[in-house]
């Protein structure tokens, strides 16, 4: 699905995460990948032990780019940009996946946890895509991952201030697929529901994690690769006509 395509995905060095999950399904897929996360020597694992999958699996694919950047540090993303550019001869989907999630209640969310959070999951998304859309080609994907606590205000593990950031996130992906669109560039979102990821693994106590499963008519927790799943979707050529939109990941948890 994505042959000769070059992706870009920040957050990607984590084995048991969402990032990590997309980048091996869009290598996997055909796709020259960028893999971005905090500190080098997490990012140059992960490239080795998504070749060593994909290797056991026979899937040839190019080496990953490994590269190490705060997403709040726009200089590094076109650092980052550039170095993509220069070795795979392009750039063609950027994936905005890197995240905090903090759980607080209102009172006690101080100014550090509210700045972290905002500048981390939100204007990282406008650091990464200020630092890509140079290089951009026209027909490029943009995608995002939002959030469930967006749409039904948090609640499950990251704060209001995370909710509020997923909710900036998804504003900002309709902002962009207006102004993008002309340029044939499509911006859209995933929302997923619960999925276990070393963000939420050991979060959950028995009888929340049941109280959980209740709510989900699909009666299990979501996997990264569930996530992956449709952001190659949304990084294909198969959502060709979807632009601003936001894809809900959350076996039925919440139906609106
Ligand atoms: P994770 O903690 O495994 O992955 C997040 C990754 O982002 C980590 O590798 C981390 O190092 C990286 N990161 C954090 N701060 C960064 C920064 N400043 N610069 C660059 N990289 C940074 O968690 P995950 O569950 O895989 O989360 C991936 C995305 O999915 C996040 O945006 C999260 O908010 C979102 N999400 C997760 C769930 C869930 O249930 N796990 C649900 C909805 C949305």
Known sequence: MLNGQVALITGAAHPAGIGFAIARTLLAAGAAVTIVDLGQEACDAAARSLTAALSEKGTRHEPPLAMAADVRDRAALESVVAKTVERFGGLDVLVSNAGIAQPRKIMDISDEDWSATLDINLRGMLNLTQAALPHLADSGRIVAIASIAAQRGGGLLGGPHYAASKGGVLSLAKSMAREFGPRGIRVNCVNPGVIITGMNATAFDDATRQRLLD??????????????????????????????????INGGMHIH
Request: charged residues 10%; proline residues 6%; contains cysteine.
């Open 215 to 248: 709510q989900i008519p699909l009666g299990r927790f979501g996997t990264p690769q569930d996530v992956a799943d449709v952001c190659l979707f949304l990084a294909s050529a198969q959502s060709g006509y979807l632009t601003g939109t936001a894809i809900d």
